[in-house]
Nanobody
């Protein structure tokens, strides 16, 4: 059973930056696309970004491009989500996700996610 463990969430002021990270429990996920989703209170879980197994191809939601970036370090079996110029509307629980079969484009559909992390809270104050 693959476990995904997020870290790095916290409370920050608007305009600040934050990095959240995900460390899978097995190196098996180093060969699959991985992604970040987020869920704000009272809202559906939404796709944020995904990355190929090699880390060379990334997909970030258009509305978040320029502020959000995703990366992975397969030598450390870790993926990261860097968020800059934080806004209060970025407040959410951020979830790491992995899929055995989906492409980095298809993983945006949360129905295709096989493994979820427990989530890490990001709170942005104005």
């Amino acid at each position: 059973q693959v476990q995904l463990v997020e870290s790095g969430g916290g409370a920050v002021q608007a305009g600040g930056s934050l990095r959240v990270s995900c460390a899978p429990s097995t190196s098996a996920v180093s060969i699959v696309p991985m992604a970040w989703f987020r869920q704000a209170p009272g809202r559906e879980r939404e796709f944020v970004a995904s990355i190929s197994w090699s880390g060379t191809i990334t997909n970030v939601v258009d509305s978040l491009k320029g502020r959000f970036s995703i990366s992975r370090d397969n030598t450390k079996n870790t993926i990261h989500l860097d968020i800059n110029s934080l806004k209060p509307e970025d407040t959410a629980v951020y979830y790491c996700a992995a899929s055995r079969d989906a492409t980095i484009w298809a993983i945006a559909n949360k129905a295709l996610v096989d493994h979820w992390g427990q989530g890490t809270q990001v709170t942005v104050s104005s």
